[in-house]
């Protein structure tokens, strides 16, 4: 993969789990026919897609820690 970069994709999020988690759950909502967020994507497969959007901040990666009772 050479667009877009790994090094500006994890100025988004903290690790490369994170990202791939983020970008699979996109992938598979545009799959389903999810309306894409960027005009004109350089991806054709949805996982390139979804990265794209995170590049370009329209997808937004949150946390949530968990706290075990």
């Not at 992938?27 to 994507?41: C, G, Q, S, T, V």
């Amino acid at each position: 993969m050479l667009y877009p970069s790994i090094d500006k994709l994890l100025e988004k999020a903290d690790s490369k789990y994170f990202l791939v988690v983020a970008a699979a759950k996109r992938a598979r909502a545009l799959r389903n026919h999810d309306p894409l967020l960027i005009e004109k994507p350089n991806s054709v497969k949805d996982v390139g897609k979804a990265l794209e959007e995170i590049e370009h901040g329209k997808l937004v990666i949150e946390y949530k820690i968990r706290e075990d009772k």
